[in-house]
């Protein structure tokens, strides 16, 4: 297990790459618009894991909402396991909850949300690539 990406709300992107890119030094590897979750993303790798930049596309979609509530900042770490289903079922089994079922991104990765109710008020995010 290790950390795959931590996401970051932030309200334009063209202004966190002048952060993130021009001013921190880290590369962009892809931009693109995600309409099915309603966020424009970029991902910046660094080492074995990547910075994740959400702006939302819409005001009323969760990143949105998220911004409108506690401003820009961190949204989301993103934890890389071996299995997401029986990551989820050993969970459930020590009282915690999940926020989301589980969901299969176009590439086959399944993930899947805990609650942060459950980890200290941290959403995480459950990462399983598909077996090369
Ligand atoms: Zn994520």
């Known amino acids: 297990m290790h950390i795959h990406h931590i996401a970051i709300a932030v309200r334009d992107l063209d202004t966190a790459l002048a952060f993130y890119r021009d001013a921190l030094g880290a590369e962009v590897a892809e931009r693109r618009e995600v309409p099915t979750e309603g966020v424009e993303i970029a991902f910046l790798p660094l080492g074995t894991s990547e ?5 939302p596309l819409d005001p009323d979609n969760s990143i949105g ?5 506690r401003g820009e900042g961190i949204h ?10 029986r990551t989820i079922a050993r969970l459930e089994a020590q009282g915690a909850r999940m926020a989301t079922p ?3 991104q176009e590439d086959g ?10 980890a200290q008020g941290v959403l995480i995010e459950l990462y399983e690539k598909p077996a090369q």
């Open 51 to 55: 910075i994740e930049l959400l702006e």
């Open 65 to 69: 909402r998220f911004l409108e509530h």
């Open 76 to 85: 989301h770490l993103c934890l890389l396991v071996d299995n997401v289903e």
């Open 102 to 104: 589980v969901r299969v």
């Open 109 to 118: 990765t399944r993930y899947a949300f805990i609650h942060p109710k459950s």
